[in-house]
């Protein structure tokens, strides 16, 4: 693949399958060539569009808007920090004891890193189980869609879906009275903090599972045979290959869950009973009493906590390599 | 196959995917049993009686939301959303096979879309929509255009805003499917299709579209499902309109009879459907395709 010297942008999209952007028909003459290149524009432009209004520009106002004034009837331009002042209140001074902002965020974080740990062993373990232990190409496949096609059905149904197993009256609660583990229902199990948790690992495994298992099916079978005849363990073959060449994936993967996780407030309002605060949700109800400017500003400050959550993340990654 | 032993981690890997598979499938399995409660039934079990008695509260309405209204806009709005996706993604990945100005930018903004969370995003459509409402308003008012004054109400709705913000959902994965089509493609059909004298439209539609069918009907499984079960985008985007992710979620904290499992099973069902119906039409077109390759 040629470099084209194309504009000073990035080096190519390195994510994924977007390794490589097939370059255009060097061979094909100039005039031609300059026709083309005229239908790719032309091809590309619908995305671009949607893109352009429906992401690009919402972001802009976004960040415009959380420098508005705002009252109960309407929003007014202007560049005053009221909101971001709105959104930190009184966050310094009562500092040792957290703020709600500060709360908020300190209990999303912790949501995102217990979801993020456990969705990596899990979404890991079974790609492994399915690229390695997997024989033939069609096992793997029909497998692979048996834990991807819940991802293609309702979220909240899926949510629901607990109520008659976590509930007061619920399976596991009437197995464990009637087994006479516990006198009394347990409670804990709907509507907190752990129903919580349990929702985003079912939802959000498959987000983990596949970005891995696709940089698992790209590793060259023989580096581990290689690795096993220079005596490697499997433990030594699983953290010195594997893990090293899944690198990518579980980037990907963690990129998706931390996102997913720093923004929500549907799991979160229905497996906590609406009991449990998040980011989301205060943009959720300041949106639902139209102090637009003062969601704006919150949803800035979410963006720039999950950048540096992600940014975090891949340097830690990064790390492995270095040592 | 070789009767090679399966080493012992392979049992404990496997018990540990049957475990997952149990723990994915297990809940819903619950809802689609409960949703056949008899008319006494509660949330949980037991089953007090089976029967169809919560399907047909659900169409009735029951005194509750109308959900046809919800079930309806869904619909319609998935399709739209799916031919949509499968259009703009098969195109872009045409054109990202060549290298033009900015195909990076577009890739990038592709990926941040899909990344960003989503109640940002839809914050974001709502607030465009709303300024361009006062814009309205405000020329309206300047300019003393009374038609647009008295009958404007917003530009916010199920096929402006909310439209837009499913597609900032679903075209990230269209693309990244075209992305994985387009770099395992064989460059050299097109080219003898161009040397055999076709147009470039030809080669397009007689050589491109039959080879990248199989993966056209994953696209299009990807844009109905994700818009038929998007919520967090549409949270805000949405305006007036109800989706049905809309109205469900409004009904899980007011409804307490089965009738919210009924509705489960019904929605699930559309979805299975769906899938099956893509899934099928993939594979199909696959094995159609090698049997010619190796006819050929």
């Known amino acids: ?323 | 196959m070789t009767a090679e032993k399966r080493p012992r981690s392979f049992y404990v890997l496997a018990a540990i995917f049957t475990l997952f598979v149990l723990f994915l499938y297990g809940p819903v399995i619950t809802i689609l049993i409960l949703s056949f409660q008899g008319p006494q039934g509660g949330l949980t079990f037991p089953m007090n009686g089976f029967s169809f008695h919560w399907f047909a509260q659900l169409f009735q309405g029951a005194g509750l939301v109308d959900i046809s209204i919800g079930l309806w806009n869904s619909l319609k709005l998935g399709l739209i959303v799916m031919v949509l996706t499968v259009v703009f993604s098969v195109m872009a990945g045409l054109a990202f096979r060549r290298r033009f100005t900015g195909s990076s930018l577009l890739f990038y903004t592709a990926i941040a879309s899909l990344i960003m969370p989503s109640i940002i995003v839809s914050l974001g459509i709502a607030l465009e929509f709303h300024i361009v409402d006062d814009t309205v308003m405000g020329i309206a008012d300047a300019y003393e255009v009374d038609w647009l004054y008295d009958n404007y109400q917003t530009a916010t709705g199920l096929f402006t805003s909310g439209l837009g913000a499913h597609l900032s959902w679903t075209l990230p994965f269209g693309l990244l499917i075209m992305f994985a089509v387009f770099n395992r493609f064989d460059k050299s059909y097109e080219e003898a299709a161009r040397d055999l004298g076709a147009t470039s439209w030809q080669t397009i539609r007689h050589v491109v579209l039959p080879i990248i069918a199989p993966s056209v009907a994953g696209v299009a499984l990807f844009g109905f499902t994700l818009s038929w079960d998007e919520l967090a985008r549409s949270s805000q985007a949405m305006g007036a309109a109800n989706t049905l992710p809309i109205q469900l979620q409004a009904l899980t904290t007011t409804v307490t009879t089965p009738m919210i499992y009924a509705l489960g099973t019904v929605t699930t069902a559309i979805s299975l459907v769906v899938i099956a119906v893509s899934l099928t039409t993939f594979f199909v077109l696959q094995k159609r395709r090698q049997r010619r390759a190796l006819k050929g």
């Open chain 1, 1 to 323: 693949m040629t470099t084209t010297p194309t504009s000073g942008a990035a080096s190519p999209p390195r994510i994924a399958d977007a390794a490589m952007l097939p370059s255009g028909a060097e061979t094909a003459a100039t005039s031609r060539r300059r026709r083309t290149r005229g239908g790719a524009y032309w091809q590309a432009a619908p995305m671009a569009l949607v893109f352009l209004l429906f992401f690009v520009l919402p972001l802009v106002v976004v960040l415009v808007v959380s420098f508005w004034q705002y009252n109960s009837y309407s929003i007014t331009p202007a560049f005053v920090f009221d909101n971001y002042a709105g959104v930190f209140d009184g966050c310094l001074a009562s500092l040792p004891s957290l703020c709600t902002t500060f709360a908020t965020y300190l209990s999303t974080i912790k949501f995102c890193l217990l979801v993020w740990a456990t969705t990596l062993v899990l979404g890991f373990t079974i790609a492994y189980f399915l690229a390695f232990h997997i024989r033939t190409t069609t096992m793997q496949i029909v497998l692979a869609l048996v834990c991807i096609i819940p991802f293609w059905t309702s979220n909240v149904i899926r949510m629901i879906s607990w109520i008659p197993l976590l509930g007061r009256n619920g399976l596991i609660n009437q197995i464990l009275v009637g087994s006479g583990l516990v006198d009394h229902p347990v409670e804990w199990l709907l509507y907190s903090d752990f129903a919580v948790t349990l929702a985003f690992v079912h939802l959000l495994t498959a987000f983990m599972l596949v970005p891995i298992l696709n940089s698992m099916m790209r590793i060259d079978r023989s580096l581990i045979e290689a690795a096993r005849d220079a005596g490697a363990s499997g433990a030594q073959v699983l953290w010195n290959v594997v893990i090293p060449l899944s690198k990518t994936g579980i980037t990907i993967g963690s990129i998706f869950v931390v996102t997913l996780v720093m923004g929500d407030f549907i799991t979160i309002g229905v497996m906590g009973g609406q009991q449990i605060a998040s980011v989301g949700k205060v943009i959720n109800v300041q949106t639902s009493y139209l102090q637009f400017p003062l969601a704006a500003a919150n949803a800035v400050v979410l963006l720039i906590a999950t950048l540096g959550i992600i940014f975090t993340l891949t340097r830690f990654i990064d790390i492995r390599k270095e040592l």
